[in-house]
């Protein structure tokens, strides 16, 4: 293990070395790339520090007593033999996933997208249910939401609502919950007290940089219109919304946000970037999934990922087998848990594909 950590402790004084140096400075996109390699490797040497200091103990309790001339000595010597002998292999599980390469979209912001699918009013009541659950998540994480555009369902909720989600390791965290989300309950318009099962979609994307993707602007048709909803007479009267469609792909991003056509421009091209960013990822995690077998990111958006059965109070998430009693608090936000259980999956998926002998 060791050894291992030194490997990494050489890469940590190399980039250390580079990030400092003025033409790496100049270079947005390499720097930004060591700086996050280099965050990502000080917890490395941090808990490198914690595993030398451990069969440091070990080394000096096992010389104590086998001296054992002094009896106090040697009983504070157990006590530390003990702790050390316990918490090395604890050290090496920790160290063992952190080691295992980290994947550079993990540490970008998202772009998330909610849309309503099988159950008319209800699926857009549900699709608005799950807006407040992920609003509540990061809100607790601390991360920012900004809304980029919405279409309100007749009933409430939303047919549709893109966000922008920016904070520390926010595409990491929020790409499990890209999938079919399944409710069952029954709904505010049934009479008859009928349990219904509806469906919203969700998608993840990682933000694109405008390094990572080129936009060449004679391929995209910009058009302006009016706002709707909520926000005041400029709404209706400006045409503030935008419309962005990439003629190759045919994809089409619009944000109507914002009061200012640029700013919404802005937020337009974003959402464009992240979507044909998103392209080529998908095909990458497609194979890259294909290759572990893996059931936890599995690259299919259109598979029914977890089920919220309101009579039951239970969440079921299909992935892994996980059921939770526990509805109340996972839709006010409370979806850590589940995040955990899905990311121990996918490590515990990538160490048995890793061939090397940590």
Known sequence: ?????????????????????????????????????????????????????????????????????????????????????????????????????????????????????????????????????????????????????????????????????????????LKFEAGVHRVQRVPQTETQGRVHTSAATVMVFPEAEEFDVEIDPKEVRIDYFCSSGPGGQSVNTTYSAVRLTHLPTGLVAQCQDQKSQHKNKEKAFRVLRSRLYDLELAKKQEEDAAKRGSMVSSGDRSAKIRTYNYPQGRVTDHRIGLTLYDLQNIINGDIQKIIDELQLAENTEKLKANDETI
């Open 1 to 173: 293990m060791l050894e291992k950590l030194q490997i990494v402790k050489q890469r940590f004084d190399e980039v250390g070395d580079l990030i400092i140096q003025p033409d790496i400075i100049s270079d947005q996109k390499r720097y930004i790339e060591l700086n996050r390699e280099y965050k990502d490797l000080r917890i490395l040497m941090d808990k490198r520090e914690e595993y030398i200091e451990l069969t440091n103990n070990l080394n000096e309790a096992e010389q104590i007593i086998a001296d054992g001339s002094d009896a106090e000595m040697v009983e504070m010597a157990k006590l530390q033999y003990d702790e050390a002998k316990e918490g090395i292999p604890k050290l090496e599980e920790e160290i063992k996933l952190l080691l295992i390469p980290k994947d550079p979209e993990d540490a970008k912001n998202a772009v998330v997208e909610l849309r309503a699918g099988t159950g008319g009013d209800e699926a857009s009541i549900f699709a608005g249910d799950l807006f407040r659950m992920y609003s509540k998540y990061c809100e607790s994480k601390g991360w920012n939401v900004s809304t980029v555009d919405f279409s309100e369902g007749t009933n409430g909720g939303f047919k549709e609502i893109q966000f922008e989600v920016t904070g520390d390791d926010v595409y990491g965290t």
